[in-house]
């Protein structure tokens, strides 16, 4: 049963073009999103997150839009870079840090993002 | 120097032996965790400790125990390993239990045979 669902297991953007990675779930007591990059042979690091009050979030390049009507969150990078070729795995929660049960971290299966120059 | 690092790196075993993967921070955090990424690509959390506290312990065999000697370090100990458990295994620390202030470690790559 999966409760977040990243469909696209890859995806393949030109440098200096925007990259949109997407991002499902299911349960609607998730409260708090998250995305997370990982390089090979690295642990995840956090990026980005998103609490359900806003349905937008900005960092720089890195955007994240939450649609929870939807239960969709998707995340921006304009413009990309080769340096942001890696995995992004989207997370989520419903809360932001653990609250039991209801505020366990449960990530999504990865997409695998290739800039090409 | 390497904020959250974990020994080995790759861990090759037999089925029913027992093995430890270890991880040491050195960012001066209260709080430690312990992710399992299947061959599914999951990444599922299975214990976090606070201030040398077990705090998060999910649905685990009994064969893993973390153990936590100091705040720096959290162990994860696998007794009679199955095949089921071959997995890559992060570490992570924060200060507070939060999710946005994580760091992970490079990962254990445990393959059984």
């Known amino acids: 049963d999966q409760q977040v669902k990243q469909n696209s297991p890859s995806l393949s953007v030109q440098e200096g073009r925007i990259s949109i990675l997407n991002c499902d779930y299911t349960?609607?007591?998730?409260?708090?999103f998250l995305w997370y990059k990982k390089y090979p042979a690295e642990g995840p690091t956090f990026l980005i997150s998103?609490?359900?009050?806003?349905d937008k979030n900005e960092d720089g390049r890195f955007t994240v839009f939450l649609n929870k009507s939807a239960k969709h969150l998707s995340l921006h990078i304009v413009p990309s870079q080769p340096g942001d070729s890696a995995v992004y795995f989207c997370?989520?929660?419903?809360?932001?840090?653990?609250?039991?049960?209801?505020?366990?971290?449960?990530f999504g299966k990865g997409t695998k993002l290739s800039v090409k120059p | 120097d390497t904020a959250v690092s974990q020994t080995p790196k790759y861990l090759v075993t037999q089925m029913g032996n027992d093995k430890s993967i270890k991880c040491e921070q050195n960012?001066?955090?209260?709080?430690m965790y312990w992710y399992k990424q299947d061959s599914k690509k999951f990444l599922k959390i299975m214990f976090s400790?606070?201030?040398?506290?077990?705090?998060i312990n999910e649905t685990v065999p009994n064969r893993f125990s973390p153990k936590s000697p100091d705040k720096a370090h959290l162990n994860l100990h696998i007794n009679s390993l199955e095949l089921g458990d071959s997995a890559v295994y992060f570490c992570?620390?924060?200060?507070?239990?939060?999710?946005?202030?994580?760091?992970f470690g490079p990962g254990t790559r445990l393959t059984v045979l």
């Open positions: 960012l001066g955090h209260d709080t």
């Open positions: 992570a620390s924060s200060q507070e239990v939060r999710w946005d202030e994580q760091f």
């Open positions: 400790y606070n201030n040398k506290e077990l705090i």
């Open positions: 997370a989520a929660s419903a809360i932001v840090n653990y609250g039991g049960s209801q505020g366990n971290l449960i």
């Open positions: 998103i609490s359900s009050i806003k």
């Open positions: 349960n609607s007591m998730f409260d708090y």
